[in-house]
């Protein structure tokens, strides 16, 4: 057993080994067809064991400091394991996951089973995409600033998105796409935000004037400032008792919680996070001519989801708005760079993105 304090320094140590390991060639050889294809299949393998393992094994009772919501989510389990209902139950979906966990196995069998399903989904979802460079899109995936803490923290909303990117590998069976769209929304009601953003994008495309919407988003945010999250219809979507209603969202609004992320300022340095797989559609789209129905999909639901967050971005838990976007990032970062049309991109640029996503969330994790 690792010690609780030295847990998450040695899950970053075995993830960097592995993408350190695996990734190399990517520096040796210009191009993808070149790259090696055992270390294709051994990169993944190894990093769905180590993200599934340190994600599922955990401690159940861990110390808030370092597992964060985990404590709750298995006073949770136990409620539910003894037939009482919880706040939970309003996430339908969730709540009905955790049940029938509860009935069939413990706690750590439920942690380990969230875990395959957090990572695994998305995996299987970048296979249909990506073929055998899935790998590349799975350590993008699993190196984002925001995977571990959605992944042990943030459970709920962790699984919502997983499944919303599993749903997305349907488009050709509408029926099977939108019923798991509609489950992730059943898992956490944030993700219909999301939701909202697919369906809307389905009908209009225009890439470029929804870069423009975001990038207006900015000023107005700067200029109008918390007033815009006291507008009624603002706080009543996420604190009254609707459709997507949750009790967390009392405080996202009240400003009564404490952590890293309840600063109600204008948060530059997220938005110049958020700004980054922007910048890369932008060039790729309009300055490189890149073509991909796919993309283009996946670039505006994003621009969608994080321009609300913009205008949104004075509320407390900021991050966890922001993620409704940020979950699609490491895909549009690594997406064109790997989809099986194209191959005339320098292994490096991978490489770059990778190991920047990587020390990126070294950064923020330990500093």
């Not at 995977?147 to 749903?167: C, D, H, M, Q, T």
């Amino acid at each position: 057993m690792i010690p609780i304090e030295y847990y998450i320094p040695t899950y970053y140590v075995c993830l960097s080994l592995v993408l350190l390991h695996s990734t190399l060639p990517l520096f040796k050889y210009k191009y993808l067809e070149n790259f090696p294809t055992i270390n294709l299949k051994a990169g993944s393998v190894f990093l769905l064991l180590v993200t599934i393992g340190f994600i599922g094994l955990r401690d159940p009772l861990g110390h808030w400091s370092y597992f964060g919501d985990t404590g709750a989510y298995t006073r949770t389990f136990d409620l539910i394991q003894r037939g009482i209902r919880t706040e939970f139950s309003k996430d339908v979906g969730f709540y009905i996951f955790m049940k029938l966990c509860s009935q069939i196995m413990g706690i750590q069998g439920f942690y380990l089973l969230s875990a395959i399903i957090y990572v695994g989904l998305p995996y299987l979802t970048f296979k249909k995409w990506f073929g055998q460079y899935a790998f590349f899109a799975l350590a993008a995936f699993v190196t984002a600033m925001s995977f571990w803490g959605f992944g042990i923290n943030g459970v709920r909303s962790g699984l919502a998105s997983s499944i919303f990117i599993f749903a997305l590998g349907f488009r050709d069976k509408k029926w099977v796409l939108y019923s798991l769209l509609l489950l992730s929304v059943t898992f956490h009601k944030s993700m219909l935000l999301p939701l909202m953003a697919y369906i809307f994008v389905s009908y209009y495309t225009n890439t470029k004037v929804l870069m423009l919407v975001w990038l207006s988003a900015i000023p107005v945010s700067l200029i109008v400032r918390q007033d815009l999250e006291t507008f009624a219809l603002v706080s009543n979507i996420f604190t009254t008792n609707t459709i997507i209603a949750d009790n967390r969202a009392l405080t996202y609004f009240s400003g009564q919680d404490n952590n890293l992320y309840n600063e109600q300022h204008f948060r530059l340095d997220f938005v110049i996070y958020s700004a980054i797989p922007i910048l890369l559609a932008y060039w790729q789209l309009f300055k490189n001519k890149y073509k991909n129905r796919l993309f283009s999909l996946l670039v505006n639901i994003y621009l969608i989801a994080n321009t609300a967050w913009v205008l949104l971005i004075y509320v407390p838990f900021t991050n966890r708005l922001a993620y409704l976007s940020w979950f699609l990032m490491p895909v549009i970062l690594i997406f064109p760079f790997i989809a099986k049309e194209e191959s005339k991109f320098n292994n490096k640029i991978i490489g770059l993105i990778l190991f920047g996503s990587l020390i990126f969330s070294l950064l923020m994790q330990f500093k």
